[in-house]
């Protein structure tokens, strides 16, 4: 859809103030014509998709290659547009995504789930990591207390004990 740019009257009441010669004339004028987005900067939709806290944080992930769009490496300036496969690592996690709507403005959480569609392997495949960090944590119990001073000293005479032998 095209719209103006800028539009703009200038109505008798305002050219009286600058000058008498143009009092009674009525100018319209107006400059060109823009076509609607259909694509916008990769590091601005992932920042207001809410994949990252900051637009320089996602930028940071983009120029380092933690960003993907249709398989291929995309710095933070490529543009995306709707129907776009991207593959985003943070961390361990990695999310594979089609964008399904574009923008350049960061609303709340339900809002910028609807800019995208996750992948069900994807979804899948984070969860299954999820449940391994779970099991591997799941046996390990923190101590109840910090350990005290006769305790700390017998930790490290066991240490130097082991390191001697080997």
């Known amino acids: 859809m095209r719209r103006p740019l800028f539009s703009c009257i200038l109505a008798e009441s305002l050219l009286k ?5 143009l009092s009674g004339m009525v100018f319209v004028v107006e400059v060109g014509m823009a076509e609607e987005k259909n694509s916008i900067r990769l590091d601005k ?18 120029n380092g290659g933690k960003v993907h769009i249709n398989g291929q490496r ?5 543009t995306v547009d709707v129907g776009d496969v991207l593959t985003i690592t943070i961390g361990t996690m990695e999310f594979v995504v089609t964008v399904e709507a574009l923008s350049a ?21 984070r969860e299954s990591q999820r449940a391994l960090r779970r099991m591997a944590t799941a046996g390990h119990s923190s101590p109840a207390r910090r350990p005290d001073k006769r305790e700390r000293r ?8 082991n390191s001697m032998e080997s």
Not at 156 to 161: A, D, G, M, N, T
């Open 74 to 78: 995309a710095k933070a300036a490529k």
């Open 17 to 21: 103030k600058r000058g008498s010669w």
């Open 45 to 62: 939709w992932l920042w207001a998709a809410r994949f990252f806290k900051t637009r320089s944080l996602a930028a940071k992930a983009a």
């Open 154 to 161: 017998k930790i490290l005479e066991f240490i130097r004990k």
């Open 105 to 125: 403005r960061r609303g709340p959480a339900t809002i910028a789930r609807q800019l995208y569609e996750e992948s069900e392997e994807s979804r899948e495949k």
